[in-house]
């Protein structure tokens, strides 16, 4: 398969420091600031799923499975950006990610414009910033996450549809930041995940609609700890 080559059209979105711990902060501009994955993370405290997944498999597999997810998804992440800006040599390419990434390639060629690739976008008035996968032009202005999963979302597991939840979430969350930025909204939310098991993709597309941005503003609140997290939706999936 050809790779092909995509029309830039960079947005000014300057890169910022990074403060980590927990939460993990950006240093924005506007002040020091909640990553987006901190305050997501502030709805799943009633959720034991990881818990008991660890229990049953154990500390050591579960600490094998997740660092090598992480080394999976980190390569792929780093394809996918470089492919992006026209930057990507198949030579460079090894091992399983190289697969995982050419599953995915026939997605990305969707992509009519690349806008930002690994831009920190931020939201003063809410109050949390995060750093996106990249903003991009598929008939809309849409953000685009990539992701990699050992085996395909199945949407009738309560843990995979939760997780997709948060998915979405994320990129509402962006797409608020970039409205209070550049003045207009990511429209559309691309979430292009890389299965490992079955050594296939799938590709997730969603319009960011008032849902989405009410149910990521209740997490900032949840998060803030002006309202409960069973409060968000998560718990009804």
């Not at 997501?40 to 660890?54: E, F, P, Q, T």
């Not at 049953?56 to 780093?78: F, Q």
């Not at 050594?199 to 997730?204: E, G, I, L, W």
Request: charged share 25%.
């Amino acid at each position: 398969m050809f790779f092909k080559t995509f029309r830039q059209a960079t947005l000014d979105i300057k890169d910022c420091d990074v403060i980590e711990g927990s939460p993990r902060l950006y240093v924005t501009p506007v002040g020091n600031l909640p990553s987006v994955t901190s305050v997501l993370s502030a709805i799943k405290v009633y959720d034991d799923g990881i818990d008991k997944w660890r229990k049953r498999v154990g500390d050591e597999e579960a600490d094998r499975i997740t660092n090598a997810a992480s080394y999976r998804g980190n390569k792929i992440h780093d394809y996918a950006e470089r492919y992006l800006l026209n930057r990507l040599k198949r030579s460079e390419m090894t091992g399983t990610a190289r697969l995982m990434f050419n599953r995915c390639q026939h997605y990305y060629d969707q992509i009519e414009a690349v806008y930002a690739t690994e831009c920190v976008l931020y939201s003063k008035s809410i109050g949390y910033a995060g750093r996106a996968d990249a903003v991009v032009y598929m008939n809309k202005n849409s953000v685009l996450d990539h992701k990699n999963s050992r085996r395909q979302i199945n949407s009738s597991q309560q843990y995979a549809r939760r997780k997709l939840f948060i998915y979405m979430l994320q990129c509402a969350g962006y797409s608020i930041a970039f409205q209070e930025m550049f003045n207009e909204p990511l429209e559309q939310g691309i979430i292009i995940m890389a299965n490992y098991n079955e050594s296939n993709a799938k590709r997730y597309i969603f319009d960011i609609d008032d849902y989405l941005v009410s149910q990521f503003k209740l997490a900032v609140d949840i998060y803030n700890g002006k309202e409960d997290a069973r409060q968000s939706d998560y718990y009804k999936l």
